[in-house]
T-cell receptor, first 113, second 111 residues
Framework: DAGITQSPRHKVTETGTPVTLRCHQT?????MYWYRQDPGHGLRLIHY???????DKGEVSDGYSVSRSKTEDFLLTLESATSSQTSVYFC????????????FGSGTRLTVV | DAKTTQPNSMESNEEEPVHLPCNHS???????IHWYRQLPSQGPEYVIH???SNVNNRMASLAIAEDRKSSTLILHRATLRDAAVYYC????????????FGQGTRLTINP
């Protein structure tokens, strides 16, 4: 089901460069989230959005910024990538009327060298 | 946020039932119990959720203790495709949910 797509799926970048990951949804859900997943840490919330131009920090937001200029797109930017940001990044969407909770994207595997 | 406790790993055989336990002793009255699973190299996917009563869907059943301090996800007839990490999460269905994922239970299915 293509209700939520992430791009790119894989990226290798150099330390110190900016990187932007994109999450696109076709479900018109209000809430969008960015998580990262690392071995030994599970999934951790980076930032989330509760509407266009409305965003807030999660538990591991340092070094990341987000933007949401349209309902369907939620961008995650690594301002100056570091090796500690090598991870798999997942986007998720939710809507209070959908009691199933989250729908996740397929993930972006980011390697910072 | 109320926390959940799950075994790190479990193992079962193909075509047998699997019971995955979850303890949530500090659950509040407005917390829903959600189960997600994550197949290898994929994002987590919704399995089932409930509030007080037992629930069934095409994927699984959810049995909730009367005091709601524990629950069990039941896979009635496990297949190799059910090998995954299963997460039990408490969620309040209002506003941004900000789900907190623990380590989950890694389920291995033997052929």
């Amino acid at each position: 089901d293509a209700g939520i797509t992430q791009s790119p799926r894989h990226k290798v970048t150099e330390t110190g460069t900016p990187v932007t990951l994109r999450c696109h949804q076709t479900e018109n859900h209000r809430y969008m989230y960015w998580y990262r997943q690392d071995p030994g840490h599970g999934l951790r919330l980076i930032h989330y959005s509760y509407g266009v131009k409305d965003t807030d920090k999660g538990e591991v937001s340092d070094g990341y910024s987000v933007s949401r200029s349209k309902t369907e797109d939620f961008l995650l930017t690594l301002e100056s990538a570091t090796s500690s940001q090598t991870s798999v990044y997942f986007c998720a969407i939710s809507e209070w009327t959908d009691l199933r909770g989250y729908t996740f994207g397929s993930g972006t595997r980011l390697t910072v060298v | 946020d109320a926390k959940t406790t799950q075994p790190n790993s479990m193992e079962s055989n193909e075509e047998e039932p699997v019971h995955l336990p979850c303890n949530h002793s500090t659950i509040s009255g407005t917390d829903y119990i959600h189960w997600y699973r994550q197949l290898p190299s994929q994002g987590p996917e919704y399995v089932i959720h409930g509030l007080t009563s037992n629930v069934n869907n095409r994927m699984a059943s959810l049995a909730i203790a009367e005091d709601r301090k524990s629950s069990t996800l039941i896979l009635h007839r496990a297949t190799l495709r059910d090998a995954a990490v299963y997460y039990c999460i408490l969620s309040r269905i209002q506003g941004a949910q900000k789900l907190v994922f623990g380590q989950g239970t890694r389920l291995t299915i033997n052929p």
